[in-house]
């Protein structure tokens, strides 16, 4: 199975919106709900920020949001924080009753 | 709140097995319909999924990997265990266990553990 495809980086101001894309295939994010977003600071075990697309666990910041259309899986960040400053993961569980991650992407506040 | 916490050994020969146990507190890693997963990251690397138990025994793995991998589950100690067959200098990363939520997303997440292959 190939990982999905995440830019590699993406850079916004404080304050700032951005949107990370996640790129995969009929058989994982577009044909299933179940993607997932994950926060990993260095040095840290992940962190899960977004669940079945676009539910947020408790605790998780309202200005985390997550949708998909098609294919496609975007992880959108309103009001840019520094403490958003992390690398970020989707997953998705697949048609092979297994789960991939994506490339990851490091977002850096400028 | 349930706490996961990797263990075993951080250096591993080549050709050797790898094995690592995930230890479980906070809850019966039997309550609830949940899977309990590895995910293995190389330094600088991405997440990779390795494989998922239910406590019935039931296991699901990665293609990549599937013929080296072999994981299991101990419900009397709440815990769940990782072997990885005939290592190489590509296996070396950090190790982590996890949670499946009831959404197929990894809710809850043990710190990790390298482990290094070297002879």
């Known amino acids: 199975q190939s990982a999905l495809t995440q830019p590699a980086s993406v850079s916004g101001s404080p304050g700032q919106s951005i949107t990370i894309s996640c790129t995969g295939t009929?058989?994982?994010?577009?044909?299933?709900?179940?993607v997932s977003w994950y926060q990993q600071h260095p040095g840290k075990a992940p962190k899960l920020m977004i669940y079945?697309?676009?539910n947020r666990p408790s605790g998780v910041s309202n200005r985390f949001s997550g949708s998909k259309s098609g294919n496609t899986a975007s992880l959108t960040i309103s009001g840019l924080q520094a403490e958003d400053e992390a690398d970020y993961y989707c997953?998705?569980?697949?048609?092979?009753?297994?789960?991939?991650f994506g490339t990851g992407t490091k977002v850096t506040v400028l | 709140q349930v706490q996961l916490q990797e263990s075993g050994p951080g250096l591993v020969k080549p050709s050797q097995t790898l094995s690592l146990t995930c230890t479980v507190s906070?809850?019966?890693?039997?309550?609830?319909?949940?899977?309990w997963s590895w995910i293995r990251q190389p330094a600088g690397k991405g997440l990779e999924w390795i494989g998922r138990?239910?406590?019935?025994?039931?296991?699901n793995y990665n293609p990549s990997l599937k013929s080296r991998v072999t994981i299991s589950v101990d419900t009397s100690k709440n815990q769940f265990s990782l072997k990885l067959s005939s290592v190489t200098a590509a296996d070396t990363a950090v190790y982590y266990c996890?949670?499946?939520?009831?959404?197929?997303?990894?809710?809850?997440w043990g710190q990790g553990t390298l482990v290094t292959v070297s002879s």
């Open positions: 996890a949670r499946v939520g009831l959404v197929w997303s990894f809710d809850y």
């Open positions: 906070g809850g019966s890693i039997s309550s609830g319909s949940y899977y």
């Open positions: 138990i239910y406590t019935s025994g039931s296991t």
């Open positions: 009929s058989s994982d994010v577009g044909g299933y709900n179940y």
């Open positions: 079945e697309v676009s």
């Open positions: 997953s998705s569980y697949t048609s092979s009753s297994t789960h991939v």
